[in-house]
């Protein structure tokens, strides 16, 4: 139990039992006394609310992500820490993620904890079905389709799988990485010509995802069950399939479009609540978890990499190992593209992501005609931008005022 | 004694205090959050729920569960109830096993039948020792929408037809038996007995039992959201989603209001056709 003395670190992050207990033991140790509390991203919000609203405060340092913390801006709910920010300017945090933890503001906000992406999984039984001439590690959208056709025919089964679940990622494939493949765009070129394009080719490679791709919430299960030959989802929620059986899998960067092979970075952030009780204490915990040390020890405990300037050891678990080159070849690809995490966006983030999903369900799951959708989805997501007033984001090129939908 | 006279009031007051405090002020407060469109208006977040591309799926998904699930539950009541009422001797052990899902949690048994209906579950395992299925077959996807909706009535079927059992039950208790022999004595038939006798001297408790399910009914969520996940969208659901995806307590607000408004309306027809006249009870 929490005891009151403890300085209370808050965080959606690391969430599972497991994963928790090696933050207590092992991340955490040589920290300053903490409580280690976690909850879900929507309860998470509620309690922070709670906390500005009854101006009664028991948390001092909360971990989320970099859209979770986004929407407690406006609410009043974090303390700014420039003066955090400078006493670790040496750890080499790289100046456009210091940038994404201002929230658009001028002040830090937060500072980068730890970061992951979105990568493909692959299971090796599918690789004989590969088509001519295609490259595992720089497949195009056109190719996978024809990966899963084949998959199909000589298994019997639709074998590529997407987290389209209640609680899946699948917004986040939308938008880092389908949309900028073929529109080098997020938000301006929604209704593009490109874009029409783009979902008639997602079209062929919904065709031969598993039926069951709209319940899936992380990928592991279905890819350790046998369902899923190939998948897309977020490194931590394929972790335990690697990690139970590491020579069964690749790991490789998603599919390119016209565009480029698009990737989205993922930030999860450390920022000290406004009014918490111990802000230095706070403090000296941010500087214990961006050390180096402490980094590497996360990475190899929970699969979540460096935000510094550090190199992974060599005797990572293999599990863990076939992640980080995952995450390498899908950085360092010839072709990548780097889509960032909606900036701006305030507590409008979940309407935000509805309007790539809506999108999809109408266009893909219930063939609506795509080019009368998009016009439609269009102005849902022009008045998004236009309440909240959010300008562009990588990649689309940076605006005055809101980011237009052309 | 002045007492005397205010003693019942004392006695009905922490439960209308508890009630309003934990009741009224949040039905108010939700009430108000549905009419705070900030730009979009006093109706924009009713605007906003009626445009919704899964608002009339789920009206309709939500709508035909209540039209399938509560008249079924309500014939697999009266039967069961009528049965225990003939058995003479284990009717006790029989009561208790049949309202065993009475003490399962819709989540815990959306969970059960997910085990059963999934792709790798008990179902498909059974049905490929008969032979009948070659692998995995999936019956729960947005592909297959008919054996979905069949999965999420008898998960809900399974789940709560005890409630209304052990109101029947209850009620058949009630019921005299001379009036049951008297109508034999004037040569009624078995059916002319249950349509004749039995079932009009049922009428309060088929009333509350109705009433209770279908208001349950409306707000059906948990199980379906095991089982389904939002391949089959309902209206509690969508609910959750604004709430918890879409961050828009608004919108959410609006369904809770609309969901609210569905189920008084519900409540008011059973209480207008199954009323009984007074002169009837005399």
Not at chain 2, 25 to 44: E, H, N, R, Y
Not at chain 2, 200 to 208: C, E, T
Request: glycine share 8%; with cysteine; proline share 7%.
């Amino acid at each position: 139990m929490a005891k009151a003395q403890d300085l209370i670190f808050l965080s959606t992050q690391l969430r599972p039992i497991d994963e928790a207990q090696k933050v207590r033991d092992v991340i955490l140790k040589g920290a300053p006394k903490t409580s280690y509390v976690v909850d879900e991203p929507s309860p998470f919000t509620v309690r922070m609310k709670a906390e500005v609203e009854a101006n009664k405060h028991t948390i001092s340092l909360v971990g989320a992500l970099h859209g979770e913390l986004q929407p407690l801006l406006p609410m009043g709910a974090l303390e700014p820490i420039d003066d955090v920010a400078a006493s670790l300017k040496d750890r080499g945090i790289p100046a456009g993620l210091m940038d994404l933890g201002k929230l658009g503001t001028g002040k830090q906000m937060y500072i980068p904890w730890m970061q992951a992406t979105y990568v493909m999984v692959v299971n090796k039984k599918a690789l004989p079905f590969l088509p001519a001439g295609a490259d595992v590690n720089a497949l195009t959208y056109q190719q996978l389709a024809e990966w899963g056709k084949t998959m199909n025919e000589k298994t019997g089964q639709r074998r590529l799988g997407f987290p389209a679940g209640p609680k899946g990622l699948f917004a986040r494939f939308l938008q880092g990485n389908l949309y900028p493949s073929y529109t080098a765009s997020m938000v301006t070129e929604f209704r593009s010509a490109e874009a029409e394009t783009m979902w008639n080719d997602f079209k062929a490679v919904w065709a031969q995802s598993n039926p069951n791709s709209t319940s899936y919430d992380f990928m592991q299960e279905p890819l350790m069950a046998g369902e899923v030959l190939v998948a897309w989802d977020h490194i931590a929620r394929v972790k335990d399939a690697l990690q139970q059986a590491p020579n069964d899998y690749l790991v490789v960067a998603p599919p390119a479009g016209p565009k480029g092979r698009s990737y989205m970075p993922v930030i999860a952030g450390l920022a000290i609540a406004k009014g918490a009780p111990d802000r230095k204490g706070a403090a000296e915990l941010i500087m214990h978890l961006t050390k180096p040390e402490t980094q590497l020890i996360t990475a190899s405990e929970v699969g979540f990499f460096p935000v510094v300037n550090a190199t992974l050891p060599a005797n990572l678990s293999p599990g863990v190992k076939l992640l980080a080159e995952g995450v390498a070849k899908t950085q360092t690809a010839k072709d990548a593209v780097v889509a960032l995490l909606p900036v701006g966006l305030g507590d409008k983030g979940g309407e935000f992501n509805k309007v790539y999903v809506d999108t999809f369900q109408r266009i893909v799951l219930r063939n609506e005609p795509v080019r009368a959708t998009l016009d439609a989805q269009a102005d849902v997501m022009r008045s998004i931008m236009a309440a909240t007033k959010a300008p562009c984001w990588a990649p689309d090129k940076a605006s005055e005022g809101a980011c237009p939908v052309k | 004694m002045p007492t005397s006279r205010w003693l019942p009031y004392l006695l009905i007051a922490p439960a209308s205090v508890f009630l309003a405090v934990f009741f009224a002020v949040p039905l108010v407060q939700t009430i108000v959050l549905s009419f705070d469109g900030g730009t979009a208006g006093f109706f924009g977040n009713y605007q906003r729920m009626l445009g919704d591309l899964n608002f009339n799926v789920s009206l309709r998904n939500t709508f035909m569960l209540v039209l399938t699930v509560v008249p079924l539950q309500m014939m697999l009541a009266i039967g069961m109830g009528l049965m225990l009422q003939k058995m003479q001797r284990g009717r006790d052990v029989v009561l208790w096993i049949w309202t065993i899902p009475l003490g399962v949690s819709d989540l815990a048994a959306g969970l059960v039948w997910l085990a059963i209906l999934q792709n790798t579950g008990y179902l498909n395992t059974f049905l490929f020792h008969l032979g009948v299925i070659d692998g995995p077959t999936a019956w729960l996807n947005s592909e297959t929408p008919v054996t979905l909706f069949i999965a999420v009535a008898v998960a809900e079927i399974w789940r709560s037809t005890a409630v209304v059992l052990v109101i029947i039950v209850a009620g058949l208790q009630l019921i005299p038996k001379e009036f049951g022999e008297a109508a034999e004595i004037f040569g009624a038939s078995p059916w002319q007995k249950l349509t004749r006798v039995t079932l009009p001297m049922l009428k309060p408790s088929l009333q509350s039992a109705l009433i209770l399910r279908t208001v349950l009914a409306f707000e059906v969520f948990a199980a379906v959201y095991a089982i389904g996940g939002r391949n089959i969208p309902v209206l509690v659901g969508e609910a959750y989603v604004w709430q918890r995806d879409n961050q828009n307590y608004s919108v959410a607000a609006a369904y809770a209001v609309l969901i609210m408004v569905i189920s008084l309306a519900a409540t008011a027809v059973y209480l207008r056709l199954l009323r009984e006249k007074p002169e009837a009870r005399a």
